[in-house]
């Protein structure tokens, strides 16, 4: 311990990275952050590193405050009683106040074959087992891509622009997020790019092997490369430490993102399960919900209420290749509308976004407390009230 108020942040993605920032708005705050790699992982760009077009790492030291002390390794378990984290190290990190921001990666695909025959992307480390498998493989070999949400349009996208032969397995809809106007433009250019893609409940895959993929309606398809990207997860960290967790696995919290165990403990990011509302797992929340979790904590410090969340979503943003892309116009409480921007603005909006977010990082480390956010959602608190109403109506006795 360091004689000031020590504030340690698990995780160093958007969400972590936005909270280490702003917790160095006090001069006698101590900011730790713990995390398993010396780089920063851009997620957003992926697909594009599996591509080969574009870089996924980024510099801690551009990205981070200078009074940041970064800790490269893994917490394996969270002792909210003693205010301590082990480490894989065998050392161990004492706090007092705590971000747990640790961030999701790939689900357990739960389909025969697939752990062991396909190859998720949500990781570093995953992207970097499946390119090398890509490289390997004839530029004419079938590739399959499971899931058809933005990461797996995006990825199909990419490598079929690379010449790939390239089968999207959407085991329902086609972009279930996207208003049918936004998905018709991504079924237009996914089209245009030569995509085989493959829609509706009986393309659901049951089963994976090392040159297949067999789906719900008993259809083998061949496969040399077999990309999941259906479905994603949080590590187990807080439910092993004891921790109050949703059934996905993320932290239990109130409004203000305060563990409803301890409140020298708050969550941001795709981690996070405010009221067991969580938002969607995606950089746009975890860049709001950071700085939220480090004023709470900053809150806290100073003998003052934490204010409660209020995030909003402005679009969802699909890459389609280098050539085109779609934005698509989201409401703040992230459902989709009829506007959307494809082809050639679609795509220089997406890399807009793209280059924002690690200046949007690196800003908060000059200006920690200087950025805001205009969209906030203002449906959250009518929601929260049906919510309680309907749990209290479930626990007055009959009359």
């Known amino acids: 311990m360091t004689g000031n108020t020590d504030v340690v942040v698990i995780g160093g993605g958007y969400a972590g990275v936005m909270a280490a920032n702003r917790l160095t708005q006090r ?13 920063f992982v851009d997620r957003i760009r992926l697909h594009q590193f599996v591509g080969g077009t574009h870089e996924a790492v980024g510099d801690y030291g551009k990205l981070l405050a200078g009074g940041v002390r970064l800790v490269v390794d893994t917490v394996t378990r969270i002792d ?16 007092d106040h705590l971000v747990y921001a640790v961030g999701s990666g790939s689900a357990d695909p739960r389909v025969p074959g697939a752990a062991k025959f396909a190859y998720p992307i949500a990781s570093l480390e995953e992207a970097q087992r499946l390119r090398p498998a890509l490289d390997a493989a004839p530029a004419a070999a079938p590739v399959t891509v499971v899931g058809a949400g933005p990461t797996g349009i995006e990825t199909a996208a990419e490598l079929a ?20 106007r936004g998905r018709r433009s991504v079924a237009r250019r996914l089209a245009a790019l030569g995509v085989s893609v493959l829609d509706g409940p009986d393309t659901k895959v049951t089963a994976v092997t090392r040159d297949t993929v067999r789906l719900a309606d008993g259809r083998e398809l061949p496969s040399a490369v077999t990309v999941w990207t259906a479905g994603f997860g949080v590590p187990d960290l807080a439910a092993r430490s004891g921790l109050s967790t949703d059934a996905l696995g993320r932290l239990l919290t109130d409004e203000t993102l305060t563990s409803v165990d301890d409140e020298r403990i708050v969550a941001a990011g795709d981690s996070a399960a405010p009221s067991d509302l969580p938002f969607r797992m995606s950089c746009q929340a975890a860049v ?9 904590v900053l809150s806290r410090i100073a003998g003052e209420r934490p204010a409660s969340i209020d995030v909003g979503f402005v679009g969802t943003c699909i890459s ?29 909006t997406k890399e ?18 200087a950025r805001t956010w205009w969209s906030k959602d203002a449906k959250r608190g009518l929601l929260l009230r049906a919510v309680a109403e309907q749990e209290r109506a479930a626990t007055e006795p009959a009359a």
């Open 27 to 39: 001069a006698d705050v101590t900011v730790t952050l713990i995390n398993p790699r010396p780089a």
């Open 80 to 95: 909210a009683a003693g205010r301590a984290l082990t480490l894989a190290s065998g050392g161990t990190v004492g706090y």
């Open 161 to 180: 622009e690379q010449g790939r032969t390239v089968t999207l397995l959407c085991g329902g809809l086609l972009g279930p997020s996207l208003h049918p």
């Open 288 to 296: 709001q919900l950071g700085p939220q979790a480090a004023e709470t």
């Open 320 to 348: 389609l290749g280098r050539r085109a892309g779609v934005f698509q116009v989201m409401g703040k409480d992230d459902t989709a509308k009829r506007y959307y921007l494809g082809g050639r603005p679609g795509a220089k």
């Open 352 to 369: 807009l976004i793209c280059r924002s977010i690690p200046w949007q990082l690196s800003y908060e480390a000059r200006k920690p407390g």
